[in-house]
């Protein structure tokens, strides 16, 4: 018998299921699958134990089976990405003993197989109007717009999309949206819905809020009827119940190629990191700095940043090498630079793993010296070279740019110019605000408001390719820096695919025999 764990952060396992018993057999082939949610964002750690269960315990229940009655043969560990990113989505495990222990002993191997269930290929469509809003706005009417986010273990919330921004309406309808079983989990899951009156400055107001399921809404729908939202009130269980209401005017239910699909059929996501060496960070030798490398071993800003979404993309990405820029710094020849290699190697920008580009990011800032001003142009344009030239060889690679930073921009024009134009390319930005700086024009480029970037001769972006995430509001405990930036990467990814119609490069709708893992 095989069973399933779950590693968490805290070390500790949680148990996701277990297989049947297969009797007097030294090569068994389980049928019963495990079903694990698979979480883009994070690095899921599964622990997979076998055990020898003792004869007389053959007819009873796997789940009410105690382990310590039962002979441990031997364990074996992967990253959930590690499975989904093989082409045959299977991956064959060497048993050690437990904790690793064990010696030369062979315990054998673990074959285990990732299949994702149909349904997690289904999506739903979903058009909202709202009638009877509150009016926010002194001189006009609310500007509103729906934020979706669901519900998670530890009592938050994630958001998983929003619709765009409708001016100066307290009867909006806005543009169907489209909900992948990947991003609300199960058609009964409790999804939040928020209604804000959107502001400039990012400090949109809450118009009122509701719970729903997908189950629901669809109700809703077919029954059109609507649903009040409420204010939530200090005072728990008393909540303002609002004369606005949400209606669903449109559903329906659409099988769509997931991420997983193009994942485990070829298609890579190709990292690359670029980071601010502007002067308002602070000098580097001393511990106020945003840029101070800590002698015990505490990550810094920029540090926590490049490891939480290195580690998770680079499992995505074959060779591991990473191109690794630095921007507003003077380098070594005298000169302010805004895309120079953080290696210091004039003619190669790739650095090996995590781990290189850490080193080359400490060795850059004992030889750059910061400056300024920060300009983000350049290494937006040198990522969209690199992106547009994959164009040409082979078109299964989609990249990430992170970029971290301290400031504000001095080439908004400039930067916007790079993002339209990097629009129709497969490239996303991710965007990582350190320090204490007022970051109002990163939410002008993440396009949150639902208004995609406009370049200066008046061309509009083809999609949103930026997202971005205040370190302070990830250093406060809300959210980690990779589930809030990771959480809309693979709807990007998505969204050039089925925009550019590409398909997965293999796709085999039949179920593979005898598989072990069911991925949700």
Not at 54 to 65: F, G, R
Not at 95 to 124: C, M, P, W, Y
């Amino acid at each position: 018998m095989v069973i399933v764990y779950l590693k968490k952060n805290d070390g500790k396992l949680e148990e996701l299921g277990r297989t049947e018993v297969i009797l007097n057999n030294l090569n068994p082939v389980w049928i019963q699958k495990v079903s694990v949610a698979y979480q883009f964002e994070m690095v899921q750690n599964l622990i997979f134990h076998v055990y020898d269960v003792d004869t007389q315990y053959h007819n009873v229940p796997v789940k009410t089976l105690k382990l310590k009655d039962q002979e441990f043969l031997g364990e074996g560990s992967c990253v959930l990405s590690e499975i989904v990113t093989k082409q045959n989505r299977s991956l064959t495990l060497t048993l050690k003993g437990k904790n690793g222990h064990g010696g030369l002993r062979n315990f054998g191997t673990l074959t285990v197989h990732a299949e994702e269930t149909i349904a997690s290929r289904s999506a739903v469509e979903i058009k909202f109007r709202c009638a009877h809003l509150d009016n926010k706005d002194l001189f006009s009417k609310s500007d509103p717009f729906l934020r979706i986010s669901r519900t998670v273990e530890t009592g938050g919330s994630i958001p998983i999309c929003k619709t765009e921004v409708v001016d100066n309406n307290l009867n909006p309808t806005w543009k169907p949206l489209c909900l992948s079983m990947q991003q609300f989990g199960s058609k009964d899951n409790p999804l939040v819905i928020e209604c804000f009156d959107f502001n400039s400055d990012g400090n949109h107001i809450l118009i009122g809020k509701l719970q729903k399921s997908i189950a629901d809404l669809e109700k809703l729908f077919k029954e059109k009827s609507g649903v009040n939202f409420f204010i939530p009130s200090s005072r728990a269980g008393h909540e303002k119940v609002l004369k606005g209401q949400l209606f669903v005017d449109q559903f329906c239910e659409k099988e769509q190629f997931s991420f997983v699909d193009y994942i485990s059929s070829g298609f890579e996501l190709n990292f690359m990191v670029a980071v601010d060496f502007t002067g308002s960070n602070g000098d580097p030798r001393k511990p106020e700095s945003l840029h101070y490398i800590d002698p015990y071993g505490r990550l810094n800003s920029y540090q926590q940043a490049i490891t939480e979404v290195g580690q998770v993309i680079q499992f995505y990405d074959a060779d591991k090498s990473f191109p690794a820029w630095g921007f507003g710094g003077r380098t070594a020849n005298g000169t302010v630079s805004h895309c120079f290699n953080l290696n210091g190697n004039a003619s190669e920008s790739e650095v090996v793993g995590v781990e290189g580009i850490m080193a080359a990011y400490a060795n850059a800032l004992r030889n750059v010296a910061l400056s300024g001003p920060t300009l983000f142009g350049q290494v937006v344009n040198r990522a969209a070279e690199i992106a547009a030239r994959s164009l040409s060889s082979n078109n299964n690679k989609y990249y990430v740019l992170l970029i971290i930073t301290d400031g504000i921009l001095t080439d908004l024009q400039e930067t916007k110019d790079a993002l339209v134009r990097a629009s129709n390319l497969p490239l996303s930005i991710l965007i990582v605000g350190v320090g204490n700086a007022d970051f109002k024009q990163m939410e002008i480029l993440d396009a949150d408001n639902g208004q995609r970037l406009e370049s200066s001769t008046g061309r509009i972006a083809t999609r949103d390719i930026v997202q971005f995430v205040p370190m302070r509001d990830v250093q406060s405990g809300q959210i980690s820096v990779v589930q809030g930036l990771l959480e809309e990467l693979p709807g990007q990814f998505l969204s050039y695919m089925r925009s550019m119609d590409i398909k997965p490069l293999t796709f085999n709708a039949a179920a593979q025999a005898s598989p072990a893992l069911e991925i949700l």
